[in-house]
């Protein structure tokens, strides 16, 4: 019988383990000829000698994922333990080590942490509109503005715009105090919170002063052409068909286009429907746009985030089968 330790130093332990030990039952299971163990930081392999070597070889992929993303979901742990080939492997392993969106401040790197923020990082290299649509927290805004602050520090374009509609979530406009731009800004404001993540304050503030980032209602995009231009339109499902289709037709001469929805979260009035399913489902197989779809494996807020999701949608599926049966 051999013996290995592997450290766990570069990694957050309580996230490797997971919530009860759950992620480190699942590599219990996955290696029942094992004697594993956990001590602190570590991680004492008891066995064969071919078994020790194959399971060190998945820990080492699961710590190199977590360095580089942080986070790891109990779904994505269990694929990468089961991943038998150099695809899968890659499929969670970034091997390129320019991964990185955008350096913020005080050296924050900013990069793509999931699968499919990853495949919404490619689909912008290849396509100029990209659908990206996902449950909350899943890292859509996030994504959406790193690209677009990587594509202005790069010169790829010369401005970014960020709108989203001003739909009241049960709050009503009129009733806010301040001016327009302070009833509004709240509305807005993820989008400032993503930006200082990405960009210092001094520097943030003369981009804003000189409308090199502009951030807006998405009602004053009407009439205008967006040449130059990264622009995301963010909780697309608050907008209706109009006004979606008025947004896809501002995009001008090398501009690039992110809209981010989440078709769960529809704060219109019950007489107005959100545009986003039509605009997703009509622009299928055109060349140069790209559909990304968001899952609750993207979550990477608090972890009880995911577990919200799932509820929801199991209660969604069965008032629609309800639905049916009556």
């Not at 957050?12 to 383990?17: D, T």
């Not at 695809?87 to 999931?114: M, Q, W, Y």
């Not at 993503?194 to 960009?199: E, G, S, Y």
Request: proline share 4%; no cysteine; hydrophobic share 40%.
């Amino acid at each position: 019988m051999t013996e290995t330790i592997i450290n766990l130093e570069t990694v957050n332990p309580i996230e490797f383990f997971g919530v009860n030990n759950s992620k480190f039952d699942i590599l219990k299971k996955k290696f029942p000829l094992l004697k594993i163990l956990s001590r602190g930081t570590q991680i004492k392999l008891s066995g064969a000698p071919e078994q020790i070597d194959l399971a060190k070889e998945k820990i080492d992929l699961i710590i190199q994922y977590m360095e580089r993303n942080g986070h790891l979901s109990e779904n994505y742990f269990e694929q990468i333990l089961g991943g038998d080939d150099a695809e899968t492997i890659d499929n969670f392993i970034d091997k390129n080590p320019n991964d990185v969106l955008v350096f913020g401040p005080n050296g924050k790197t900013v990069r793509a942490r999931t699968a499919n923020q990853k495949k919404m990082v490619t689909a912008a290299d290849k396509n100029d509109i990209i659908f990206a649509i996902g449950p909350a927290g899943t890292g859509k805004t996030y994504t959406a503005v790193a690209l677009a602050v990587r594509a202005l520090k790069n010169k790829l374009v010369k401005k970014i715009i960020l709108t989203r509609p001003a739909v009241e979530a049960g709050e009503s406009l009129g009733f806010l105090p301040g001016d327009l731009k302070e009833k509004i800004d709240p509305y807005l404001r993820p989008l400032y919170d993503a930006l200082d993540d990405m960009i210092p304050a001094d520097k943030l503030g003369y981009y804003m002063t000189t409308r090199t980032i502009e951030i807006a209602p998405l009602a004053y995009m009407r009439g205008r052409t967006l040449d130059n231009a990264f622009i995301i339109l963010d909780e697309s499902q608050n907008a209706n068909d109009l006004q979606i289709k008025m947004f896809l037709t501002r995009i001008g001469a090398n501009a690039k286009a992110i809209i981010t929805g989440d078709p769960t979260q529809v704060d219109l009035p019950r007489n107005q429907k959100s545009g986003l399913e039509k605009a997703s489902r009509i622009l299928q197989n055109i060349e140069g746009i790209a559909h990304i779809q968001l899952d609750e494996e993207d979550v990477v807020r608090h972890k009880l985030v995911k577990a919200i999701i799932k509820a929801y949608d199991k209660e969604r599926e069965n008032e629609t089968e309800n639905s049916y049966h009556r």
